[in-house]
């Protein structure tokens, strides 16, 4: 990227035109007030330190993932706590955790626990002959603070050691109480069939009742009543936290935490070059998410480059009367190119090898700052996973944005 940034708003395309590839460091600054858990290379689950982005190995290769806030409200996901043995004989859960076992005919043993990383994981044995569904809460049994008519996603990691459960018979949400953490109601989903001992990560999105004040996040077990089983149960993470989607996984001991906002900004010459009169981006990425997103945002919360439409049906450039709609889409996104080119006569894009769309209206934004995966103001997202950046000091063709616009290989 030459010349300079101060040269770069004037310099001609002829003398932009000799790509590089450029270090993370050269092309954004990054800041995170808090840490926040990434997948590493072999599937352990890490703790990145605060202002340090993440690689996330989620889908099998390295990945910027970045990510809005989210508040956990309060699960101890701490598991070393517990004690071995049958609960209630000399064996205990994690701290804090609750559960209805006992009044439904089935004893709960604690067989194992461990560590991977900074996930702690629990090995439960159920046995009994079940005479009513029952519950196990990763908190106390009157629930956590929570706000009304709010969406949560409630999320565990599980998996079934031994025995046999129907599709039906283990489900995971939410329970509900008002303030005085009087029960109300449930919103649950049954999680289906366990397979394999390998753990994965099961979530159920909820919006609580306008009356709720306090949430629980529940196992929810509905067993055949007046049958005998005999399962084994592995389960990590359990997570109750704010927002429409699972994010990555929030440490928690009893009390609410939040997970600060990723905060990845260009720097001056990445900067320098959005700014010129003509210009062009590649963003390859997958699994991207958020109302209004801004895959390429500036300052304020009207500055989308490119980003999700407000219902996340399409994606595009601008924001109001101004919006180019460049494809329909559905989220999360799948892998995916998005290439896009702007000059004074217009702008245009293409998305995942569809034919490049165009309109005569100039993209009309602030790019005094330009972020990657949000706007400057912190209101708009667009969370998921990052591949690759590439831009130009020109507006590329028609052909050429069609040619670009395609996943990482």
Known sequence: ????????ASASPGELCNMQECRFSDVFTFSRAGTATYWDAGGILRSASADNPRFDHTNGKPQLLLEGPATELGCQTDLTTAVAGIIGSGGMLPTGWSHTADTAGITIEVIGRGTSGVLSYLDLRMTGTPTAAFRLRPCAAGGLACSASTQYVASAFLSLLAGSLSASALQIGAGWFDAGSAYLSQSVSAIGNLVGNTLSRQSFAVTSPSNAA???????????????????????????????????????????????????????????LLGRSQYGAIIRGQGIWGSQGRLIGGLGTNDRLVGINSSQTSIGLGVSSGYLQVAAISVPLPAFGMAVGCNAAG???????????????????????????????????????YDELALYGFRPSAVSLAARAVPLP
């Open 347 to 385: 702008k245009a894009g293409a998305y995942n090898g569809g034919a490049a769309v165009s309109d005569t209206s100039p993209l009309a934004i602030n790019i005094a700052s330009a972020y990657l995966g949000r706007d400057g103001a912190g209101n708009y997202f667009a969370q998921g996973w």
């Open 214 to 272: 306090r949430a629980s996040h529940i196992l929810y077990f509905a067993p055949t009543i007046g049958t005998p089983v005999d399962f084994t149960l592995r389960l990590a993470m359990p997570n109750l936290t704010t927002g429409e989607r699972a994010s990555s996984p929030i440490l928690s001991s009893g009390m609410a935490s939040t997970r600060a906002a990723d905060l990845c900004q260009f720097g001056p010459r990445s900067t320098a």
């Open 1 to 8: 990227m030459q010349p300079p940034a101060a040269g770069i």
